[in-house]
């Protein structure tokens, strides 16, 4: 529906630093996938001051996009605020409207500065007019979050439980990744498949 879909995997994310690089990594390639850099190459990259999104040829997609740190901050805890900065810049000028998923949030939670990262989250992305979905396979962790009273998130988020995939519908949805890496899989192993997992 024209929505930017940004996602974030923090899983084995292990410092401040990293988590801003995994933030301002999600927003370019997010980007990238929605309308190549090349096209708007200037536009984008001038909203970017904490990292700059960087193209590299590639043989199958033509390009990827990875990104550098702009110069040397003084710490991690500039570095993430000056990315979240970023972000939040990104989403005011309405390039396109947004939707963020932070995924294995719980990871983040490990850190001894996760107070500070979800202190800053907080205060940045409150009121933007974006979605931002905290995901994760350790629930118990994840409502703590926003449940308890001396956490940056409290009381900041309706919870949802997603019930599994209609069996068909992923069913189908398989075949055809199977197919788009030109593999074939019949519908009949494909739904003992996701039968499987779910």
Not at 132 to 156: C, D, H, I, N, Y
Not at 179 to 190: H, I, T, W
Request: proline share 5%; glycine share 8%.
């Amino acid at each position: 529906d024209g929505y930017l879909c940004v996602n974030v995997d923090f899983f084995g994310v292990d410092s401040v630093d990293e988590t801003a690089r995994r933030i301002a990594r999600g927003l370019a390639r997010g980007i990238h996938r929605r309308q190549s850099l090349l096209d708007k190459g200037k536009r984008y990259l001038s909203a970017f001051r904490a990292f700059r999104p960087v193209l590299r040829p590639n043989q199958e997609s033509g390009f990827e996009v990875s990104i550098e740190r702009v110069g040397d901050s003084p710490d991690g805890r500039t570095l993430l605020d000056d990315t979240l900065q970023d972000m939040a810049r990104f989403i005011e000028e309405r390039h396109f409207p947004c939707h963020f998923v932070f995924d294995e949030f719980q990871e983040v939670t490990r850190l001894k500065e996760s107070s500070l990262i979800e202190g800053l989250m907080r205060g940045t992305i409150q009121g933007l007019p974006a979605s931002f979905v905290f995901a994760g396979s350790r629930r118990g962790v994840l409502k703590a979050m926003f449940e308890e009273r001396s956490r940056p998130f409290f009381q900041s988020a309706v919870f949802m439980e997603l019930p599994p995939l209609p069996l068909t519908d992923a069913a189908r949805f398989v075949v055809e990744q199977f197919q788009a890496n030109g593999k074939d899989l019949s519908l009949e192993l494909a739904t003992d498949l996701v039968t499987s997992v779910q």
